[in-house]
């Protein structure tokens, strides 16, 4: 068996730069609400240039520059995201294209805030059975164009925001370390609870449209917020000792814990329930609010460049979201 490595992380976020205070231009919110409850200062939305596929595809041009590797070498693409390009076929293979490269397959992950590190798992077994040597893991999104930007959608709106993340897997040479173990989760009975429901095979666009109903909010995201942070601060911290466990390792072993940015509240929930230091824990949701699959690659890629993850170090991965779905990951960088 081999040994899966990340030979090189980079985000791209755009330009944008939305405060709570231009929200609450438009909406009837206002900084001391939004910073309070969720930790949020500013986020970014994406320009008319930007989509889901070309954010990944920024990303991952710098993931690549950053493994110094060719592109010619990435045998396989894994694409995590909430908000694809389309609604068939998914970006993974608009990233092929874009990036041009060679006719490699192409998958699209379709768990949500989970998305990367049920990626990263993905990429870790077609690594460790050495069915492909290299590979690009991008998780990205573009929330802004389909939110409620009225007051109705305040509740949600405000906590997201657009950005992309990448990372290029390798197989690790002899010797080293890398991707010691990985953890995935799911509880399908709470699907409604964060969720955005149409279009679905029920509710296609075209019943929406001659519906004509002003108060028909189901193609927006869904969120019951107390229900979500309850579950989320349990099954984070679960899922952080599962990945503990499994490798005998302990809190104070680890050396960064990146969490999925989801409210800065279940982050600080989670370091105090766990009792870990401040320097233990990486957050930047104040600056780019929940990016959902492109959080945690974004957070990797800020620590990285701020060295904050140097090499030998423990990092903790660990997400919660919609599904419910939740995963880690225990890692030598
Ligand atoms: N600005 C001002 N007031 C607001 C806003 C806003 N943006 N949104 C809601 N309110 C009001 C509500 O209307 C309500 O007013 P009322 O009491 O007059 O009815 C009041 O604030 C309280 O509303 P709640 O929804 O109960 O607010 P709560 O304290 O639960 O905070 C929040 C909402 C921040 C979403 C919280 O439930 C939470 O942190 N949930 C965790 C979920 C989460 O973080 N999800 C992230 C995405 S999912 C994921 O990544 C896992």
């Known amino acids: 068996m081999y040994t899966t490595k990340i030979s090189g992380v980079a985000h791209y976020v755009p330009d ?17 609400w ?22 990944g595809t920024r990303a991952a041009e710098r993931a690549i520059e950053r493994a110094g590797i060719d592109k010619s070498e990435i045998d396989f693409i894994i694409f995590a995201t909430l908000s694809p390009d389309y609604y068939f076929p998914g970006p993974g293979v608009l990233v092929q294209e874009q990036l041009g490269l060679k006719e490699v397959g192409a998958l699209d992950v379709r768990n949500q805030c989970s998305g990367f590190v049920y990626g990263l798992s993905v990429a870790d077994q077609f690594i460790k059975t050495g069915m492909y040597k290299t590979i690009l893991l991008i998780g990205s999104e573009l929330h802004s164009g389909g939110l409620d930007m009225t007051t109705r959608g305040r509740g949600v709106s405000v906590i997201f925001g657009d950005g992309a993340g990448a990372v290029v897997l390798k197989r690790a040479e002899d010797g080293e370390e890398g991707v010691l173990s990985t953890h995935l989760h799911s509880e399908g009975k709470h699907a409604e609870e964060l969720a955005l429901i149409a279009p679905n095979t029920k509710r296609w666009v075209p019943t929406i449209m001659q519906n004509k109903d002003p108060d ?11 229900f979500v942070f309850k579950h989320a601060v349990v099954r984070f ?6 990945a503990l466990q499994t490798n005998n390792a302990t809190i104070s072993d680890i050396d960064l814990l990146i969490p999925h940015q989801a409210n800065l509240r279940i ?9 870990m230091r401040d320097d233990q ?3 930047n949701i104040m600056r780019y609010g929940n990016t959902t699959a492109a959080s945690i690659p974004i957070a990797m890629s800020e620590a990285w460049e701020e060295g904050r993850i140097k090499s030998g170090d423990l990092i903790c991965l660990a997400a919660f979201g919609s599904g419910f779905t939740w995963a880690s990951a225990l890692l030598k960088w």
């Open 216 to 226: 028909d909010i189901s193609y927006f995201p869904y969120m019951n917020g107390n």
């Open 281 to 283: 824990v990486y957050n």
């Open 16 to 32: 944008n730069i939305v405060t709570n205070n231009d929200l609450s231009k438009t909406i009837d919110t206002n900084d001391e």
């Open 34 to 55: 939004i910073t309070e409850r969720t930790g949020i200062k500013e986020r970014r939305f994406a320009g008319p240039n930007d989509s889901t596929s070309s954010m």
């Open 267 to 275: 982050s600080q929930f989670i370091q105090n329930k766990l009792q």
């Open 237 to 242: 911290s679960e899922v952080i000792m599962e």
